[in-house]
């Protein structure tokens, strides 16, 4: 993995840079024994301080934001929090969720002693709320679980908040799981893509934000296209043509 992470924006304001997936965003209390962090490979990278202002799952691949200055995070931070900022992700999920719907779930917080001290046992569930389309299905000829084929779906998935895990605690919910995902997945299909497509990652990816500009009344779309590790798969599942060519090709505006 190579210290320098792709930009996909940068102006005197903020940067947006490709996170690659297994990289932490900032140190964690349950991965105490990582040494990399995209804050600090960026921090290096521009020979400055920056900011993050979300976050996104040492699994996940895909745009990571960070402000240059305090003034400028404390502004994005609060169009994150007032659900200002689009958030687009593609998954791979088990079986054959709906053409498409909205997962409205409210989610109790975890509490991980281990993960963060600061987190508070009890607390009540808090709203929760996905929108999501299927783009395209693929039924293979292994059996896997009980039946004699396999089936599984590319999805685009849209948060409307934002909860820890959300995105995977609710395709869990809907029993459609993530597939590489070694907490709420099924690890019989996390096996054989690790098999069978030499998988080993959560199949999960950021692959846009729009959002207000914080210095002017511009709408910026920052769009990161699928790591190899992910976009590999497409072929072999038939479902390239089903991803908009943006996902698949750098580009922002």
């Given at each position: 993995?190579s210290?320098?992470l ?18 932490l965003?900032?140190?964690s ?8 962090f995209a ?9 400055r ?9 040492k699994?996940t691949?895909?745009v990571?934001?960070f402000?240059l200055?305090?003034?400028v995070?404390r ?8 659900n200002?900022?689009?958030k687009?992700?593609l998954?791979?999920?088990r079986?054959?969720?709906p053409?498409?719907?909205?997962i ?7 509490y ?16 929760a709320r ?16 009980r039946?004699?084929?396999?089936r599984y779906?590319?999805v ?9 895990h959300?995105?995977?605690r609710?395709?869990?919910h809907?029993?459609h799981?993530l597939?590489?995902?070694t ?22 990816a ?7 500009h ?14 190899n590790?992910?976009?590999r798969?497409?072929?072999p ?5 089903a991803?908009p ?9």
């Open positions: 993995m210290d320098a792709p930009i996909l924006y940068q102006d005197e304001h903020l940067v947006a840079v490709h996170k690659p997936a297994g990289l965003v900032h140190r209390w349950i991965d105490r024994h990582e040494t990399r804050l600090q490979l960026v921090r290096d990278q521009l020979g301080r920056v900011f993050p202002v979300h976050r996104l799952d699994p691949s895909g990571l934001l402000a200055d305090a003034a995070a502004t994005l931070g609060q169009a994150f929090l007032a200002q900022v689009e687009t992700y998954a791979v999920v079986g054959l969720p053409a498409e719907g909205l409205d779930h409210p989610l109790r917080e975890e991980d002693r281990h993960d963060d001290p600061r987190a508070r046992a009890g607390k009540d569930p808090q709203p996905t929108r999501f389309r299927t783009l395209a299905t693929a039924e293979l000829p292994f059996a896997v679980g039946y004699p084929t396999s779906a590319l685009q998935a849209a948060p409307e908040t934002g909860r820890k959300q995105l995977r609710h395709f869990k809907l029993c799981p597939i590489g995902d907490k709420y997945g099924e690890g019989r299909h996390n096996r054989f893509f690790r098999d069978h497509f030499a998988c080993r990652r959560l199949l999960l950021a692959v846009e934000l729009r959002l207000p914080p210095a002017d009344p511009r709408l910026l779309t920052l769009t990161a296209p699928l790591e590790s992910f976009a798969l497409l072929d599942l038939g479902w390239r043509t991803v060519e943006r996902f698949l090709s750098r580009g922002t505006t």
